[in-house]
């Protein structure tokens, strides 16, 4: 299993309707601060963000990859939905 599976594994506990898992990794190949992690864009929705405000809904998403940082993804930027909220693909 990949490192993008394997994310997308661990987010399936959060029941998600929509999930998009973009590996930058190439784009930041060699700049300061890297030592080999991947560089990951998400784009979620779940019902479990209901209600919830960003900083809580990332968090959701921290607990799960915890372990995973900083070693093997080095950057992760989101865009987390909730199933009530507007979301175009």
């Known amino acids: ?3 993008t599976e394997e994310i997308h594994a661990r987010l399936q506990s959060l029941q ?3 999930l998009e898992i973009r590996d930058d990794s190439a784009l930041h ?3 300061a601060g890297n030592n080999g992690g991947g560089h990951f864009q998400l784009t979620m929705v779940s019902p479990a963000f209901t209600g ?3 900083l809580a809904r990332h968090r959701l998403v921290y607990q ?3 372990d995973l940082m900083p070693h093997r993804i ?3 930027s989101m ?3 909730a199933s009530d909220e507007a ?3």
Do not use: E
Request: hydrophobic residues 40%.
């Open 1 to 3: 299993m990949n490192l």
């Open 16 to 18: 998600p309707s929509h």
């Open 29 to 31: 190949a060699g700049h």
């Open 52 to 54: 919830k405000p960003t």
């Open 64 to 66: 799960l990859l915890a």
């Open 74 to 76: 080095h950057a992760l």
């Open 79 to 81: 865009q987390v939905y």
């Open 87 to 89: 979301f175009k693909h």
